[in-house]
């Protein structure tokens, strides 16, 4: 069957380090991925879109990997803040997205 | 200006009530969806119209009724609820259904409570 996992223990971090968060699937194969922040009691937002013909994407202090062989995922922070702190979903699809389950962020100053 | 706003934000409601929940969008979108995220904080696709058309519907029980009026709205209605709606339902929006152009905006979230 489909899957999208994230690692769903909260990732806690020092303030300054680097936060890599994971996504991996199985049974898909995306042409696109997508990163999207999620805030206690709002909606998601967009982050960033990464194709499966790029490597790497990057924005800021944000730093996307994207695997096909792996079907693996990476999402990193760098310089975390603790304003950084919040659910992390990865997604994938075609006419519809389908969500990972989130991995939630701590960063503590 | 919000750009995907929906309406209410909280709702309690009985068992067995009738209930909707609007939502708009001011950005131009061709593509709006339901979502609904449950206690594990799994989001879910529910419908997704294109064009005011019905393109998706996840298999949701027929008691859910989405209406699109025109592309700036999709409403929800959702007749004889039951515990099991109890959950935050979103609405989404997105140039078009084209993937590289489906880069969803997400309304707040309507937190449904079904006693």
């Known amino acids: 069957s489909q899957k999208i996992e994230q690692n769903s223990e909260a990732l806690n971090i020092q303030e300054g380090k680097t936060a890599t968060l994971t996504c991996n699937y199985t049974?898909?194969?995306?042409?696109?991925l997508q990163w999207y922040r999620q805030d206690p009691g709002r909606g998601p937002v967009f982050l960033l879109l990464i194709r499966e013909n790029e490597k790497e994407k990057r924005k800021e202090r944000l730093k996307v990997t994207f695997d096909t062989t792996l079907k693996q995922s990476l999402f990193h922070i760098t310089a975390s803040q603790p304003a950084d702190s919040a659910t992390y979903l990865c997604a994938l699809g075609f006419q519809k997205l389908v969500f990972g389950t989130g991995t939630r962020l701590l960063v503590s100053p | 200006d919000t750009a995907v706003s929906q309406t209410p934000k909280y709702l309690v409601t009985q068992m067995g009530n009738d209930k909707s929940i609007k939502c708009e969008q001011n950005?131009?979108?061709?593509?709006m969806y339901w979502y609904k995220q449950d206690s594990k904080k799994f989001l879910k696709i529910m419908f997704s119209?294109?064009?005011?058309?019905?393109?998706i519907n996840e298999t949701v029980p027929n008691r859910f009724s989405p209406k699109s009026p025109d592309k700036a709205h999709l409403n929800l209605h959702i007749n004889s609820l039951e515990l099991g709606d109890s959950a935050v339902y979103f609405c989404?929006?997105?140039?078009?259904?084209?993937?590289?152009?489906?880069?969803?905006?997400f309304g707040a979230g309507t937190r449904l409570s079904v006693l």
């Open positions: 989404a929006s997105s140039p078009s259904l084209i993937v590289a152009k489906n880069i969803q905006y």
């Open positions: 119209y294109n064009n005011k058309e019905l393109i």
């Open positions: 950005l131009g979108h061709d593509t």
């Open positions: 049974n898909y194969s995306p042409a696109y």
